[in-house]
Nanobody
Framework: VQLQASGGGVVQSGESLRLSCAVSGITMSHYGVGWFRQAPGKEREAVSCISAPGTITSTYYEPSTKGRFTISRDDPRNIFYLQMNNLEPTDTAIYYC??????????????????WGQGTLVTVSS
């Protein structure tokens, strides 16, 4: 199983980036997926998660990202995305993608632990 994150870079405050996570070795439609980040000196935190397709789709957004970030998934292509708009210096971190068959995703929390990508660095300058 491989999760390959890409799309990070150096941008200025207010600009946008789109992260991609290409998934191989599993059928992504069976998995909840999400993005996590770890800033220097801080613990890793969930940024945004989306449940596997079903009757009801659940999403989670870290409160500071609501209205700026959008998570989406393209299950036929086994890829999911994080569109990040109006980036702020506090968004600077290594961003990791992850997937889990028993992900717990609610509007207030996200728990994903099975598979992880290698991370992509996002740096936002003021």
């Amino acid at each position: 199983v491989q999760l390959q994150a890409s799309g990070g870079g150096v941008v200025q405050s207010g600009e946008s980036l789109r992260l991609s996570c290409a998934v191989s070795g599993i059928t992504m439609s069976h998995y909840g997926v999400g993005w996590f980040r770890q800033a220097p000196g801080k613990e890793r935190e969930a940024v945004s998660c989306i449940s596997a397709p079903g009757t009801i789709t659940s999403t989670y957004y870290e409160p500071s990202t609501k209205g700026r970030f959008t998570i989406s998934r393209d299950d036929p292509r086994n890829i999911f995305y994080l569109q990040m708009n109006n980036l702020e210096p506090t968004d600077t971190a290594i961003y990791y993608c992850a997937a889990d068959t028993i992900a717990v995703i609610r509007s207030t929390m996200c728990s994903i632990d099975d598979y992880w990508g290698q991370g992509t660095l996002v740096t936002v300058s003021s």
